[in-house]
T-cell receptor
């Protein structure tokens, strides 16, 4: 079965690093994704990582993947007020069955303290 | 700019009164998805079209139907809305199926059922 788990809230001070964690169950997922949802908007792709990679860095974003533990994390360096949003972890459903679409977690609300 | 557009932004309907939500895309993507998102829950895939091929999720109620008359448009029909169908409905597209699936989302339609 497919299930993606993440904590619902994370509060950080402006300027600190934010680390959002996620666990997933489908070990055959080829790609794992992070999406961002701002108030009143749809989901926007932030970054993704191929399953044979351990780390991917893109400017302030660092994705870490521990495939053995099925654990994915997103680190946002120097967190700004504009980073306040809901962050969704997602896994692809292309586990050999040719399924399309992504399975999402419930999302982590990132709250920035001044 | 190429995009995914959902209309209307807010939709209010009465219990049991059929309602249609619409989605259009200028990306010329092959795949179109409908997700249901309730507060503090993961977006849930209802169904998707790969070109004209309709793919229903096993747990999507029969009350939900979809139409894709052409590449650009996709509709979500709720035949007899219940109070539990109040949610944000998100339309998304991807270029193709399998592998790396970058989903592009519309801003969503917030459905209220009175």
């Amino acid at each position: 079965g497919e299930d993606v788990e993440q904590s619902l809230f994370l509060s950080v001070r402006e300027g600190d690093s934010s680390v959002i964690n996620c666990t997933y169950t489908d070990s055959s997922s080829t790609y794992l994704y992070w999406y961002k949802q701002e108030p009143g908007a749809g989901l926007q792709l932030l970054t993704y990582i191929f399953s044979n990679m351990d780390m991917k860095q893109d400017q302030r974003l660092t994705v870490l993947l521990n495939k053995k533990d099925k654990h994915l994390s997103l680190r946002i360096a120097d967190t700004q007020t504009g980073d306040s949003a809901i962050y969704f972890c997602a896994e692809s459903r292309d586990s050999g069955g040719g399924a399309d679409g992504l399975t999402f977690g419930k999302g982590t609300h990132l709250i920035i303290q001044p | 700019d190429a995009m995914v557009i959902q209309n209307p932004r807010y939709q209010v309907t009465q219990f049991g009164k059929p309602v249609t939500l619409s989605c259009s895309q200028t990306l010329n993507h092959n795949v179109m998805y409908w997700y249901q998102q309730k507060s503090s829950q993961a977006p849930k895939l209802l169904f998707h079209y790969y070109d004209k091929d309709f793919n229903n999720e096993a747990d999507t109620p029969d009350n939900f139907q979809s139409r894709r008359p052409n590449t650009s448009f996709c509709f979500l029909d709720i035949r007899s809305p219940g109070l539990g169908d109040a949610a944000m409905y998100l339309c998304a597209t991807s270029r193709d199926r399998g592998g790396l699936q970058k989903l592009f989302f519309g801003s969503g339609t917030q459905l209220s059922v009175l």
